[in-house]
């Protein structure tokens, strides 16, 4: 991914100081393995405007500022939430995984996480990962056990995929997916493979962060993520770009009939950030396409937005679709955040 600067503009930081006696700790659960301390605080969906509830196609249903005394804690890439709302799991692009439970208000908005986990991912020796190996970036559940069964997890720079089977611990070592060999035109790349979803059962959308030649499209490969996909070509894709984001995750809508891109973009000190969520038809996804799609929100710094890089979605039990976003702090937590943010898209 592409590093940023100081994303927090002045309004920012009073914003989070004004909020420091709203904070409330998830402590670390007696007994659970991994436990860590997380502290989390509300926060606004506008820096400007309170009132503020509605972006694009997304309606606002709560948000969450997450800390903890832990050194491990941050740069947050990718993101699962399980069909029922009810668990998430991340993992850094510094190698660590994040677990938790999600609370919710009596009204269904999102107000809290508790039963925090965090863990350093594994390589297949069974040992931990630095930077330069351990950059994960994309991620999505193989199972509908969701974050507490088997995952996928995409790497950059040193370009490559591996599961994990989660449903025990997260201390586990992972299994190879086969990638095209198409792929390693991203090797050593710090905007490589960005996106990982599952578009359909047995096969993997791997989707990169930016255009790696003068053609200025966005590479996509169709994985076959263990070879019981028939009927699925494979083979490679584009992804036609969305001035001036590049795309920084990926994930299939409830029922799997859109493929939903997480896109930002970051002009500076002065310009902030700004980030697109694009929808495609996962019909159109298929080997030799160019994908378009359509925006469907868009959010500037007048948002309370960070450095957004992880994506999921679910259907309720209600029948409407939530939207979860998690930001990406880059380890700096003088002038980033790490931002949980649930909406309700409007259909």
């Known amino acids: 991914m592409r590093r940023a600067a100081s994303l927090l503009s002045a309004c920012a930081l009073a914003l989070s100081l004004s909020l420091a006696a709203c904070a409330t700790e998830s402590p670390a659960a007696a007994g659970l393995k991994d436990a860590v301390t997380v502290d989390y605080r509300p926060i606004p969906l506008s820096l400007s405007d309170p009132h503020e509830t509605r972006v694009g196609e997304f309606i606002w249903r709560g948000g969450l500022q997450l800390t903890s005394p832990d050194a491990r804690f941050g740069g947050w890439s990718g993101l699962i939430v399980s069909a029922d709302g009810q668990r998430m799991l991340s993992q850094s692009d510094e190698a660590h995984w994040l677990r938790a439970d999600l609370v919710y208000g009596k009204n269904g908005d999102l107000v809290g996480i508790s039963h925090a986990q965090l863990a350093d991912m594994l390589d297949d020796n069974g040992h931990t990962m630095n930077k330069e190996h351990g950059d994960a970036e994309g991620l999505d559940a193989l199972t509908p056990s969701g974050p507490d069964g088997a995952v996928a997890v995409s790497f950059e720079r040193d370009v490559r995929s591996w599961s994990y089977d989660l ?90 009939k859109y493929l939903y891109l997480l896109e930002r973009h970051y002009f500076g000190p002065i310009g902030g950030i700004v980030i697109a969520v694009r929808r495609i038809p996962a019909a159109e996804v298929k080997a030799g396409a160019r994908l378009g799609g359509e925006e469907i929100a868009r959010f500037t710094m007048h948002e309370n937005i960070d450095n957004m890089e992880g994506l999921a979605l679910r259907r309720g039990a209600d029948g409407k679709t939530y939207l979860y976003m998690i930001s990406d702090d880059n380890y700096n937590h003088a002038f980033q955040r790490t931002l949980l943010m649930m909406f309700e898209l409007n259909q």
């Open 167 to 256: 449903s025990r611990s997260l201390d586990v070592r992972p299994m190879p997916i086969p990638l095209p060999d198409g792929v390693h035109v991203l090797d050593g790349s710090n905007q490589g493979l960005e996106g990982l979803a599952l578009l359909k059962p047995h096969a993997l959308l791997a989707v990169s962060e930016a255009p790696h030649d003068k053609q200025g499209e966005m590479d996509a490969w169709l994985v076959p993520y263990d070879g019981k996909a028939p009927g699925v070509s494979y083979g490679a894709l584009s992804i036609i770009r969305h001035p001036p984001y590049e795309i920084s995750d990926a994930a299939m809508g409830p029922e799997r």
